[in-house]
């Protein structure tokens, strides 16, 4: 079976600040990761994901996510804040030999950016 | 292409009452997910369909609530007798295959509030 937790519910960072929402999963097999964000009365865009190929996975809007497997964590950054980045963010994962499985999400960190 | 689309956006019930959700995935896509969020916990996964089969139901409750994905129109996720617990939205989500990396693509949800 597979899981994530979202450590922070909420994170607030100034403008132009590093962002860092963190992600620690759990899986019995190989995962895929994804972070996905959502913006106030929208449905989930997907941000980044990774699948087993490069450990550093570079997304939308400047943000990447390194997966670090002694760690099991996969770590959303963004060196810099926009006010734009204020939203609500999801880790996910599937276990990566299960085709015709459900995507887990975490609980989500909202993350707040103040001029 | 259109997106994922979920109707109707906001719905209102109450108590007893049946609620009818729908969903209309992207062109091509034959797998739909549905979730339920509500605040401070996330989205919770509830079924999984691919056209005319579920496929995983583990997250649906085991009474009340009930979900098709016909082989003509939309998905339906289906809750009879709502109670005011009912109250959340819901997401749907759609991919063109069952591959552990696919993206979901996600409508934008309909919320139901039961009075």
């Known amino acids: 079976a597979q899981s994530v937790t979202q450590l922070g519910s909420h994170v607030s960072v100034s403008e132009g600040a590093l962002v860092l929402l963190r992600c620690n999963y759990s899986s019995s097999v190989p995962p895929y990761l994804f972070w996905y964000v959502q913006y106030p009365n929208q449905g989930l865009q997907l941000l980044l994901k990774y699948t087993s190929a490069a450990t550093l996975v570079k997304g939308i809007n400047g943000f990447e996510a390194e997966f670090k497997k002694s760690e099991t964590s996969f770590h959303l950054t963004k060196p810099s804040a926009h006010m734009s980045d204020a939203a609500e963010y999801f880790c996910a994962v599937r276990g990566g030999n299960q085709a015709g499985t459900a995507l887990i999400f975490g609980k989500g960190t909202t993350l707040s950016v103040s001029s | 292409n259109a997106g994922v689309m979920q109707n109707p956006r906001h719905l209102v019930r109450r108590r007893g009452q049946e609620a009818r959700l729908r969903c209309s995935p992207m062109?091509?896509?034959?797998?739909v997910y549905w979730y339920r969020q509500l605040p401070e916990e996330g989205l919770k996964f509830m079924v999984y369909?691919?056209?005319?089969?579920?496929?995983?139901e583990s997250g649906m409750p085991k009474e009340r609530f009930s979900a098709e994905f016909p082989k003509e129109g939309p998905s339906i996720l289906r809750i009879q007798q709502v109670v005011r617990g009912d109250s959340a939205a819901y997401f749907c989500a759609s991919s063109p295959s069952a591959a552990p990396g696919e993206k979901l693509f996600f409508g934008s949800g309909t919320q139901l509030s039961v009075l």
């Open positions: 369909l691919q056209k005319e089969n579920i496929i995983d």
């Open positions: 062109k091509g896509h034959s797998h």
